[in-house]
């Protein structure tokens, strides 16, 4: 045995350049056979590091290529056509028509009228919220997260599942097989042992889905009786409702700032068909049949006043929530104003943000002073230069905050689980509500406005050579692949 390894080494030895150029042949055709059959469509800077990987390091990033590689899921229909529109009877502004017109043609529900909607102004008030609707929950609750917390928030959430179970109600919980790993493990087989459906969201290291074990479902929501919806950023943990047990929360003595709703009426309908999937999915079953009409089946009603689900990930042809915003950007008059955690956005999407400051449109950006993601703070400072240069304002909040929305002019507002970075646009299954009436809009630019005059504003600083390279590298390595 040891003379036949002796062997091989030495064969490995002898030949060593020439497995090496067989082995970059191998995983650059992989690439190109990959990318071309499954239609994975990257940014120019991730295919470029793709390929440089593979001919630099093939024993390495081919491996890592076929685990993490794979971005979309869903293949192109043979042919697309778009919706027939009935205009409604009051004529909306443009980010409205547009928004709702493109939605509609890349397969999205059309927007429906929506009840009561409670926008919550602290954690305090988010979690009381959620653990009325759990306790009042009489037939089913479906709960997706992506991190459930084994601390005093996420296991009192736990405890109230099993209570809801062993009271007959139907209980889904979908954690997502990463974000599960993100804090304490939670008490799964003490969940199960109560009647809860526990379902992991391709767990990296037993997923049968090969090649997708980089694709995470980022989605929240909290469904009651099919009738109520809980969403937004918020993850079942202490930090994201009170001070929890992370060392920054510790050390603040002070919850992360985040923004989650609870929403009645036809949108909770939307919302419960994406779990459905979601839960499809994960569980390896067929995908329940789409409750809106086919593409080019029927004809359309734009909404006057109204809300959709506007979901995105590798599961979609196209990337929504990020086309949504390109082209919202594009069609505001006046006014852009948006919070999100982390902020490494695709340069046609800050493109498409600082034309709008530069013909007059008041963009203002709503960020942590410093994030949970050290990585994410410096990959940041390239496109803030960029935005102020334009004329728009940037704000840091001195909390760590986590809430993610964008409201444009007076007619749109996308509050959901989506952060303005590659991963949430280009990889997660994420989940944002479209708002289209006045009141829901003014409700949540409200909610962030307080927000901004808690900030100071953002002085950019010429960066140094070796700054701009570390820049550069963590935007080419870390955010495009």
């Not at 006046?334 to 340069?347: D, G, K, S, W």
């Not at 050579?465 to 390595?477: N, P, T, V």
Request: glycine fraction near 8%; proline fraction near 5%.
């Amino acid at each position: 045995m040891g003379e036949l390894l002796g062997q091989l080494v030495g064969f490995v030895k002898e030949y060593w350049e020439i497995l090496d150029l067989l082995l970059v042949v191998i995983g650059l055709s992989v690439y190109v056979v990959a990318s071309h059959t499954l239609q994975q469509r990257r940014h120019p800077s991730a295919a470029i590091a793709w390929v440089l990987g593979i001919l630099l390091l093939p024993y390495i990033v081919l491996p890592l290529y076929l685990a993490f590689g794979s971005r979309k899921l869903a293949a192109l229909p043979v042919e697309r056509h778009a919706p027939q529109l009935a205009l409604p009877s009051r004529p909306l502004l443009a980010t409205a028509l547009r928004s709702q017109q493109l939605g509609m043609a890349m397969g999205l529900p059309q927007p429906v009228a929506y009840g009561k909607l409670s926008i919550h102004g602290d954690g305090a008030q988010a979690l009381e919220s959620l653990c009325r609707m759990i306790s009042q929950a009489t037939r089913t609750l479906e709960v997706s997260t992506f991190i459930l917390g084994r601390d005093a928030v996420g296991g009192d959430i736990a405890e109230r599942l099993k209570q809801r179970a062993r009271a007959g109600v139907k209980v889904r919980l979908l954690i997502d097989g990463v974000g599960i790993y993100l804090s304490r493990l939670p008490d799964i087989k003490g969940l199960q042992a109560a009647g809860v459906e526990v379902v992991r969201f391709v767990p990296p290291f037993r997923s049968p889905k090969r090649g997708r074990t980089n694709l995470r479902n980022h989605r929240k929501m909290v469904i009651a009786d099919g009738a109520c919806l809980w969403c937004g950023g918020r993850n079942l943990s202490a930090e994201y409702f009170e001070a929890g047990s992370s060392l920054r929360s510790i050390l603040s003595g002070t919850p992360w700032v985040d923004l989650t709703f609870d929403v009645e009426g036809a949108i909770v309908d939307q919302a419960r068909s994406l779990f459905d999937k979601d839960w499809a999915f994960a569980t390896e079953q067929a995908a329940p049949l789409p409750q809106s009409p086919l593409l080019g089946a029927g004809v359309g009603c734009l909404a006057e006043r109204g809300a959709q689900v506007v979901d995105s990930g590798p599961d979609r042809v196209d990337d929504t929530i990020f086309t949504l915003l390109v082209s919202a950007c594009f069609t505001s008059q006046r006014r852009i104003l948006a919070v999100t955690p982390y902020f490494v956005p695709e340069p046609s999407l800050l493109t498409a943000m600082t034309l709008a400051a530069r013909r007059g449109v008041v963009v203002d950006l709503v960020l942590p002073a410093r994030s949970n993601h050290r990585l994410a703070d410096v990959a940041r400072h390239r496109s803030l230069r960029d935005l102020v240069s334009a004329g728009a304002r940037v704000w840091l909040h001195p909390a760590m905050i986590h809430a993610k929305a964008v409201v444009i002019d007076d007619e749109l507002a996308l509050a959901g689980s989506a952060n303005l970075d590659g991963r949430s646009l280009f990889l997660n299954y994420e989940m944002m509500i479209a708002f289209y009436d006045n009141e829901a809009v003014r409700g949540f630019a409200s909610w962030v406005g307080a927000r901004l005059r808690e900030s100071k504003p953002y002085h950019p600083v010429v960066p140094s050579l070796w700054r701009e390279i570390a820049e550069g590298l963590i935007l080419w390595l870390a955010f495009q692949l």
